[in-house]
């Protein structure tokens, strides 16, 4: 039989949709592809699936032609059709002729449109096993329990947290005493490889009604899986719960430093859809833990959804553009606005100043490789509020680009110098020393946590000891605790929590040296410190702060530097930016970005008041 051959679109708003004749079981599929402007497409469904390995290849008729597809496409496109009628489909796969990369730059650029335009997006998340199944029941189940008048949030509630006393009747209510099946088999939906795509976060944002398809059951609105990441997400003692029955074998992917990432890219992706007006950098920095064949396709496949997108160059979206090209473009559409520029510059905290493009440039594609961008999911800097604000009210960005667009000259202040910074403990949050707790048959080894421990608790006290450096503070644990803690938004959020965290930190502390070293007192020390209020917050805080190097100023400042800093680098803040930045001198008066900084001191402009007005400079980065 001929191969199908593509036609040209022939004008800027024309699109392909496929004409999915009706058949039934393993019968050959049949489609016609047809072109038609966008503004007047009949009504379609537009797909949405994760493309998965393109062998073995399945052969279709398309247009009374042989054409070739990847088998999950193949398999989406047999479960949606109709036994009785044909129905109109767009696949991404099919409807753009990814040979011709025009024509796929121009069809990159309308998805959000064509996905918007779409009657229904159907979400196939492939053939069903039964866990799968039975998690689209328990999940019917669920949103029962969550919508019924019985289980309204009661005004004692604050902040929108879900208490552990409603948590609790609401999980009984829906699932009884099959409360870990029903977990088991949630997990085994996230675990899906849909929730890894990039692409999917435009598709489901842009949907005006998504459904999940599992094989052939009744497929599931969208919105009661986002029912239950909310009620997970707004609960701690259900977060906690739930995660305790992730599978061993996914609880950690390779590179990843975040336990159960699928049940972290849900929460993500019902995030996203369910609030407007996020900036495109706020939506890069957010969602690097998510995957894609292109490594351009982290910025392409968000400009459609950011609410900024018309400050950008419409060119952006070039696949003829080498990927380096791409993130400087990025980069210097970034320069003229203060929020993006501190969400751009999140994006280089964790990589060597050799894997970037520029020191104050990026390499999203070096970034992603390392593993490094998984962390970003989980850093409180990466807000697109103002929560800190290091320059104080008076000044503004001001900042060029030179040299051919290679320096950036920004306007600012040299404050201070690194004197001494605590061990690179960015190793305590990866996923290889979790891995390393367990046996061989992946369960916790007492031995190993305890030599974990120890190593943490020697960072912890290698830190109070750079806190407790003459000329500081007299109490260096106090100092330390309080620069632990120091973050506007966990102050904003659980300020209650907050207090207890920072009452028991002294207790806590006892604890875990005796984890650390006592071996007849390991369980009692595990139970004991697990037992207190604050254990899980001061566990999360940890594990976001082992990401940074604890350091000391020749000030006399403490706080949280970039993992790649060094003793030498000066403290600098930029005009109407809001956080501090090491930088590192270089060649001819230039100097190297290193990354941003927490602190505390130098957060809300305090710096300023002992500083005369028109004391900046411009400084250069290179």
């Known amino acids: 039989m001929t191969q199908y051959r593509y036609v040209p679109l022939s004008g800027a708003r024309q699109i392909r949709l496929l004409n999915l004749y009706a058949g039934a079981g393993p019968a050959e599929l049949s489609v016609d592809l047809m072109h038609t402007s966008l503004d007047k497409a009949p009504c379609f469904t537009a797909l949405s699936y994760p493309w998965g390995d393109p062998q073995p290849r399945k052969a279709i008729r398309c247009s009374g032609l042989r054409a070739e ?283 060597p100043l050799e894997r970037r493009v520029h020191s104050w440039v990026p390499n999203l594609e070096s970034l992603v490789a390392a593993g490094d961008g998984n962390i970003l999911a989980s850093q409180f800097t990466v807000q697109q509020v103002r929560d800190y604000n290091a320059s104080g009210d008076c000044s503004v960005l001001q900042a060029h680009l030179d040299h051919g667009r290679k320096t950036l000259s920004i306007r600012g202040r040299i404050l201070d110098r690194l004197q001494l910074l605590a061990s690179d403990s960015r190793r305590f949050g990866s996923s290889d020393i979790i891995k390393a707790t367990m046996d061989r048959n992946g369960h916790p080894s007492g031995e190993s946590i305890q030599r974990m421990m120890r190593h943490r608790y020697q960072w912890l006290e290698e830190c109070i000891t750079i806190a407790n450096t003459p000329g500081g503070s007299a109490n260096g644990e106090e100092a330390f605790r309080d620069a632990l803690f120091y973050d506007s938004l966990i102050l904003k959020e659980v300020p209650l929590d907050l207090g207890v965290a920072r009452s028991e930190f002294s207790t806590q502390m006892r604890f875990y040296k005796a984890w650390a070293y006592a071996a007849d007192w390991l369980a009692a020390a595990a139970l004991a410190s697990m037992a207190l209020e604050s254990s ?87």
């Open 69 to 351: 597809i990847g088998p999950s496409l193949h398999s989406a496109l047999q479960h949606l059709r109709m036994p009785d009628h044909e129905i109109f489909v767009w696949a991404d796969a099919l409807c753009i002729n990814q040979e011709d990369i025009p024509e796929r730059t121009q069809q990159v650029r309308m998805m959000g449109d064509i996905y918007a335009a779409a009657s229904t997006t159907a979400i196939w998340l492939g053939e069903g096993s039964d866990e799968v199944k039975m998690a689209l029941g328990w999940l019917r189940r669920f949103d029962t329990v969550r919508v019924s008048p019985e289980f309204e949030p009661p005004a004692s509630e604050d902040f929108g947290f879900i208490s552990r006393d409603r948590a609790e009747k609401m999980l009984r209510a829906a699932f009884g005493k099959h409360r870990g099946a029903a977990f088991e088999c949630i997990w085994a939906l996230l675990d899906r490889p849909w929730f890894t795509r990039k692409w999917v976060i435009q598709e489901l944002v842009k949907s005006r009604r998504p459904l999940l398809f599992v094989g052939r059951v009744t497929p599931l609105p969208w919105a009661m899986l986002a029912g239950w990441m909310d009620f997970v997400e707004l609960c701690p003692a259900a977060k906690e719960l739930f995660t305790r029955y992730c599978p061993r074998s996914h609880a950690l992917e390779p590179g990843t430093k975040i336990l159960g990432m699928n049940m972290r890219r849900a929460t993500l992706l019902t995030k996203i859809s369910a609030t407007g007006n996020q900036i495109l950098l706020f939506l890069v920095a957010r969602t690097l833990a998510f995957r894609c064949g292109d490594p351009r396709d982290h910025i392409f496949t968000l400009v459609g959804i950011a609410s900024d997108a018309a400050r950008f160059n419409l060119n952006l979206i070039d696949y003829k553009s080498p990927p380096q090209d791409v993130w400087r473009q990025l980069a210097y559409d970034c320069v003229s606005d203060s929020m993006s520029l501190k969400l751009l510059w999140s994006l280089v905290l964790f990589t």
């Open 536 to 622: 899980l917050l001061l566990e999360n805080l940890i594990t976001e702060r082992v990401q940074r190097r604890f350091g000391r100023t020749e000030k006399g400042r403490i706080g949280w530097l970039p993992p790649v800093a060094e003793e030498g680098d000066f403290i600098c803040i930029f005009d109407g930016m809001e956080l501090p930045y090491a930088i590192r001198p270089a060649a001819d008066g230039r100097y190297l970005l290193v990354g941003e900084c927490i602190i505390p001191g130098l957060m809300m402009g305090e710096a300023f008041l002992e500083l005369p007005s028109g004391d900046s400079e411009m400084i250069v980065l290179e």
